[in-house]
């Protein structure tokens, strides 16, 4: 089935700003809800909001094989659970609808008028969801500079590492959209000076620069999937801010690996960027060595050229960008990791969601996280404003942005925003 919708040359009748993350080749996914509390999937197109629901009381998904609900609910689980061959049709039938030779809804201000919101006047909701949360650690620069950090500089992967994509189990219920603060964890740690552990505020808190993948189902219980269809299970993308207490890590991670210091918060961006749209940003993946097992292995092209962007912003002050990455320095794939994810039987669902981990570059100023940015503490980030950060302070806030672009279109995610907040005091 083409994928019409990316056509480069199709403009929209919407304005859309120049550098907009939003042009009419993106068509991303999400919820919203509006100022008369009315819940309803949507999509963009620059700075527009666009309710899916109205559109198919109104006619416009006709000769889609579509439940007469299915965009007037408060995710987009059954949505995903169609499969790829619903969403590259309600996608190009979008781009048709809002193309600026199409006068059917452009012409009709009635319609427009229950149709089309401005950004400013909705709130967005998390888009699906989600049962279940992996993250992986798949940046093999990340993962260096950890072990060398933490470990054994000449020995900082472990011996798996480059076997496997490693991964954790998550806390979904602390995955919110971007916009909501951020409470400072309570936890045990164990100070360098200290005889015993105390209990309080983290003293180092820390982003992640991530990026998410939302499945559809995938497979039943027992079968896996294989590398080579791995890819037609991925529904899209979203920035993924999967905050860290490093100092609670510390102490709790041995033996079973991370918890309180991971299952505060997790932010994302709330609109998916389907797979079909980053179609035209697909680039060669790391080289890998030694060879991965035959279940993993892939050929041509597996990952996407994502510039990705992390500021921080104190209360009151402009933002300093502090890290450009790009998600092409990924080591393991989406598809592989849903692949090893599957391969002992493990059952995927649609609108589970799994983090890659994250996202650090070959050069300093490409670390995706303030313990690497600050290698440990020891390298304070001067800001804008003449302040200094190890980590991050209450009232910080942290922006990610994301965006793909060639010589005919740029593609984006919009922004993941999060603000920390003071700790709860517990007496």
Known sequence: MPNNANDPNRKSWIEVPKNSDFPIQNIPFGVFITKEDVITIGTR????????????????????????????????????????????????????????????????????????????????????????????????????????????PENALLPNWLHIP?????????????????????????????TGP????????????????ITTDANVLGEPVPIDEAEDYIFGMVLFNDWSARDIQKWEYVPLGPFLAKNFASTISPWIVTMDALEPFKTESCEQSPAPMKYLQQKDKHTFDINLEVSLQPENSSETVISKSNFKYMYWTMAQQLAHHTVNGCRVNSGDMMGSGTISGPTPDS?????????????????????????????????????????????????????????????
Not at 394 to 407: A, E, H, L, S
């Open 198 to 213: 105390v209990f309080g505020p983290s003293k180092l808190v820390d982003f992640e620069l991530e990026m998410a993948f």
């Open 367 to 427: 670390f995706g996280s303030m313990l690497e940015l600050s290698w440990g503490g020891k390298n304070p980030i001067k800001l804008n404003d003449g302040s200094e950060r190890k980590f991050i302070n209450d009232n910080d806030t942290v922006i990610m942005r994301g965006y793909c672009q060639n010589k005919e279109v740029r593609i984006g995610f919009g922004e993941c925003v999060g603000k920390i907040l003071p700790a709860f005091e517990i007496k």
């Open 45 to 152: 197109i620059g700075d527009c909001a666009i309710d899916m629901g109205a559109l198919q009381q109104l006619g416009y998904f006709n000769g889609i094989d579509l439940t007469d609900d299915m965009f007037m609910q408060d995710t987009l689980n059954d949505f995903i659970s169609d499969g790829k061959k619903t969403w590259r049709l309600v996608r190009n039938r979008l781009a048709e609808i809002f193309d600026e030779n199409n006068s059917s809804l452009r012409d009709n201000k009635k319609q427009r008028d229950v149709v089309i919101f401005k950004m400013d006047d909705i709130e967005m909701q998390l888009p699906v969801q989600i049962g279940d949360y992996t993250d992986f650690y798949s940046s093999k620069e990340h993962a260096t500079n950890v072990g060398k950090m933490f470990r054994d």
């Open 166 to 194: 490693v991964g954790y189990h998550g806390r979904s219920s602390t995955i919110v959209p971007s916009g909501k603060n951020i409470r400072r964890p309570n936890g045990q740690t164990m100070p360098a000076d200290a």
